[in-house]
């Protein structure tokens, strides 16, 4: 521990953005950095506690107190080993993770966590910036090969520790590039995509190869690989949304969010669209119909394209402006958040429920509503209709698709219609398949990919090899 009285001097500081107005002009990320003095100060705050819940609160485990420490002792590049030793990619979570270690701080008893999330994202830059991040390739081959279907957070885990490990990896991906809902989902002004391609390109290094646009069970069959291969993982990810059954949905203008989303990604990186018609926000009263992160990410987007209003509407009831500690404190709490994106101008409702969309001409005009009650019982009296020229449902995912690879391979599938695999062998109902990810978990976070795609690597090397030295 750095400093013994650090938590009692400093107060907490973290991380500001550029001005709504400046960043909404473009897509770059906004996030303004702390100096270094500061986060050392910032680090110092770390109580380093007998029980640190932050380790248990983050889902890689990361060794937050150890790090800390370091950080503050000045000493950036034994802190960087300390942190790839839980994290394959924290120059990821560290832009977008919600940061359930900071919920599970024991400074956050009373509202001030340590900035572990700002700390790691420096201390993964700085080793960037320094050049300390080298490609580590295998010192020998052990002659088994893995074939991974999907290039998402998980898959890209899976393969590098398997890489680092000697076993020759092949990553199947449907789409032009790695990334998963990382490139194509999650918008650039959260996280650039060049920080991807310096991945991608340290994978290759380590001897992972890559086989883009090829889709698993429609291109090719699923069988093929996995009797090409000592093993095959799937981690595809949960891209069946959630749909909205009600009149009016077939008319133009409404869309799934990730129709919209990997659209205006695909521009940034300039990729070409698809053959789909451009869905743009520019000029139009748009609404967004689910109130996470993908309907966030749908706002934020809206207004860099030039809508004229954002209105985001969520079907639960308004979250307590703060929680009770009590009963809520180390787990992630219920309460009010505002995300970067809906500071920038969105109007928010809360218990509300879509009864129907109006048109003309086969074009969205209207959205009509109601307020429901705790029970989601709509309240009489309480209909409204808001004008819309875009609808984007935003309403979570279900499960992962199922035509294809999964019914190609008639895996079992859980009670949700996830791929079935448990968390202690990652081994689907075929004992050479294992699952990972969005695609077993269902609809999650890219931290808990990464700790799937890294566990379930150990598995597999386990499996073919009898014995393992990767961690879980
Ligand atoms: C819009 C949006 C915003 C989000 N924002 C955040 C956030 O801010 N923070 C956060 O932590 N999480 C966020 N998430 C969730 C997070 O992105 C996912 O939990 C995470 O990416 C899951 O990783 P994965 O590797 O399991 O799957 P994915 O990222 O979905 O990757 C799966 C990959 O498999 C490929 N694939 C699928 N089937 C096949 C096939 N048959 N053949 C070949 N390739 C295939 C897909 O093309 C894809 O590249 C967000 C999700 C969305 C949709
Ligand atoms: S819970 Fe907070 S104060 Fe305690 S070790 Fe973790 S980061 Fe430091």
Avoid at 86 to 99: D, H, M, Q, S, V
Avoid at 245 to 266: E, K, S, Y
Wanted: glycine content about 10%.
């Amino acid at each position: 521990m750095g400093k013994a009285t650090g938590f009692l001097e400093i107060e907490r500081q973290d991380r500001t953005y550029e001005a709504p107005e400046a960043r909404v002009q473009n897509f770059r990320e906004f996030v303004i950095p702390l100096g270094e003095d500061k986060l050392r100060e910032q680090a110092a705050r770390c109580m380093d506690c007998g029980v640190p819940y932050c380790h248990n609160g983050c889902p890689v485990n990361n060794q937050i107190p150890d790090w800390n420490d370091l950080v503050y002792e000045d000493d950036w590049q034994t802190a960087l080993a300390n942190l790839h030793s839980t994290n394959n990619f924290p120059e990821f979570t560290g832009r977008i993770c919600p940061a359930p270690c900071e919920a599970a701080c024991t400074l956050n008893i009373d509202d001030s966590p340590v900035t572990i999330k700002s700390i790691e994202c420096a201390i993964i830059d700085k080793g960037w910036e320094n050049g300390w991040i080298e490609a580590q390739p295998p010192t020998g081959k052990t002659g088994k090969s893995v074939a991974i279907v999907g290039a998402g957070p998980a898959g890209m885990a899976a393969a590098q520790q398997l890489a680092r490990q000697g076993h020759d990896v092949h990553v199947y991906e449907k789409h032009a590039k790695a990334g998963g809902l990382l490139r194509y989902g999650i918008p650039d002004f959260k996280m650039e995509k060049h920080l991807i391609d310096r991945r991608v390109e340290q994978l290759e290094t380590e001897g992972v190869t890559f086989h883009y646009n090829t889709n698993v069970g429609v291109d090719m069959q699923a069988k093929e690989l996995a009797e090409k291969h000592d093993a095959l993982i799937i981690c595809g990810g949960s891209e069946v949304p959630r749909d909205l059954p009600v009149d009016g949905r077939n008319l133009d203008g409404v869309h799934f969010a990730m129709d919209f989303l990997p659209q205006q990604n695909r521009r940034v990186g300039q990729e070409p669209i698809g053959d789909s018609a451009p869905i743009l926000a520019e000029d139009k009263h748009v609404i967004v119909i689910g109130g996470g992160d993908t309907g966030s990410d749908c706002i934020g987007t809206s207004f860099r394209q030039g809508a004229l209003s954002v209105t985001q509407l969520e079907i639960m009831p308004m979250p307590p402006e703060k929680e009770n500690k009590g009963l809520t404190w180390p787990d992630w709490p219920l309460k009010m958040r505002t995300s970067t994106s809906q500071e920038e101008g969105a109007i928010r409702d809360f218990s509300v429920m879509t009864t129907g969309i109006k048109g003309e001409d086969g074009r969205v005009t209207a959205i009509t509503c109601t307020k429901v009650d705790e029970t989601m019982q709509p309240i009489a009296g309480s209909e409204f209709e808001l004008k819309a020229d875009l609808i984007l449902l935003a309403m979570g995912f279900i499960h992962p698709v199922h035509e294809g690879m999964l019914d190609e391979l008639s895996l079992e599938r859980d009670g949700r219609g996830n791929v079935a695999a448990d968390t202690a062998t990652y081994q689907t109902s075929d004992e050479n398949v294992f699952a990972c990810g969005d695609m077993r978990r269902g609809q999650s976070l890219v931290v808990w990919a990464i700790r799937e795609g890294r566990q379930c690597a150990r598995e597999v090397d386990l499996a073919l090899m009898g014995e393992t030295r990767l961690p879980r």
